[in-house]
């Protein structure tokens, strides 16, 4: 005779909110596995009223699409589903169904993954005004997979969606010094971190949102929020290189703000972080940080106190260890050692570095390194005259270097 199927809705269902075992959907449910199994059966058995509640938030589906009979089945109270649909709608992401749709596979969170991480890898080289386009369409996409995925499924989505709208963020301030734009998109990434329950990706978020009032001389603002990123981070498990980037990036802020005595300390601590190491292992998105990159923001704390034969040092040191496919930091670094020379009073090796800065921005544009160029020609207003800095001014305002500026 032929096996009977069971409850084949909520094994759908289950499928595809990427719990692949019914022993996965009750450890989530915090209920036997037996419970599941029942559920599963050719006559289930109605839930609980917690535990419906708790298989419709999961699951994503009301209990007649899981297979449960509506006549004897109490569905469960959606009030916390319409707060949950009314924040969302504020801030642009899907919340969670409240009735049957057409439910994703599994396996879309691992294909919307892929292109984020493609569109990861493609920052470091393709023009910020090509990829920006294609990383908002991506979440755009994201959202309305929301609306469509439950579960893990459903988590493992909004963390990929996470990701993109950090990238997005970090283009609009970064390449296209956009903050008000940058502001509005990691807050969606924020949001959809939440919605994901990843506090590291959330730790990530709010560090870069303290750029932005550290920018603009708001040092308590970004404060305030360092001290947020911090707390997430110590809900999830950071490795050494996230704790040292938390360290940088406050450092950086603390410069901005102009006291680089605590920055330079905060650095310090984020060197005995990484040599301390750790078990954890840093996830696969935290891409823009390393040794070297720690040492290029001590050496601009350094040039910033006035420090000068040490930031020499430290920015000629991140030079030579640059990977030849980190070319927008490398901008940032021949910055910096131009406004070095600059402060020593030797315009033509400032004007060296700063024309090759400039070399490189023609091939990766970066609006950083181009501010770091710009500041170093303000300092060389005393040298105007002299032919290196013509030099400099000649190839600063060129037709292509102009345009690009101009149009971002």
């Known amino acids: 005779m032929p096996r009977p199927a069971g409850n084949t809705r909520l094994k759908a269902a289950r499928l595809a909110a990427g719990f692949g075992s019914q022993q996965a959907l009750a450890d989530a449910l915090g209920v036997g596995v037996r419970q599941v199994r029942r559920w599963e059966s050719e006559n289930p058995p109605s839930p609980q009223p917690d535990q419906a509640q708790a298989l419709t938030r999961e699951l994503g589906q009301d209990l007649d699409s899981l297979g449960f009979s509506s006549s004897n089945t109490a569905q469960p ?83 990929a969606l996470a990701e993109s709208y950090l990238l997005a963020g970090r283009i609009e301030f970064f390449d296209m010094r956009d903050a008000d734009r940058a502001r509005n998109t990691l807050l969606l990434a924020l949001q959809a971190a939440g919605e994901a329950d990843d506090p590291l990706l959330g730790a990530a978020v709010l560090a870069h949102t303290a750029f932005i009032p550290a920018w603009e001389g708001e040092r308590d603002k970004a404060a305030e929020r360092m001290v947020a990123a911090r707390t997430y981070a110590r809900r999830g498990a950071p490795s050494a290189e996230l704790l040292a980037w938390l360290d940088a990036v406050e450092a950086e802020c603390e410069t901005r703000c102009g006291d680089t005595r605590t920055a330079l300390h905060l650095i310090g601590h984020a060197e005995d972080t990484l040599v301390a190491g750790s078990e954890q292992q840093s996830p696969d998105w935290l891409d823009w940080f390393s040794p ?29 260890s640059l990977d030849p496919s980190e070319e927008k930091q490398a901008t940032v670094v021949l910055g910096d050692l131009a406004a070095v020379e600059a402060a020593a009073g030797h315009p033509d090796e400032a004007c060296r570095y700063a024309l090759r800065a400039l070399g490189q921005l023609e091939r990766t544009w970066y609006a950083m390194g181009m501010d770091r160029v710009r500041e170093v020609r303000r300092t060389l207003a005393p040298h105007q005259h002299e032919r290196c800095v013509r030099e400099l001014d000649d190839r600063l305002y060129g037709w292509s270097t102009t345009v690009s500026a101009l149009s971002r």
């Not at 057409?102 to 470091?124: E, G, I």
């Not at 369409?137 to 909004?158: K, N």
């Not at 070297?292 to 020499?312: E, I, M, S, W």
Request: hydrophobic fraction near 45%; include cysteine.
């Open 77 to 159: 109270d959606r009030g916390h589903r319409s707060v949950l649909a009314a924040t969302a709608a504020v801030v642009g992401l899907a919340a969670v169904p409240t009735t049957a749709i057409t439910m994703q596979p599994a396996t879309v969170a691992t294909d919307f993954l892929a292109v984020t991480r493609s569109h990861r890898r493609l920052y470091w080289s393709v023009a910020p005004a090509t990829l920006h386009p294609a990383a908002q369409a991506h979440g755009s996409l994201g959202c309305a997979l929301l609306t469509e995925t439950a579960g893990q499924t459903r988590r493992a989505v909004a963390a």
């Open 292 to 320: 070297v990159r720690l040492a290029a923001f001590k050496g601009n704390t350094q040039l910033k106190a006035g420090h000068l034969p040490q930031a020499r040092e430290t920015l000629l040191g991140v030079l030579d």
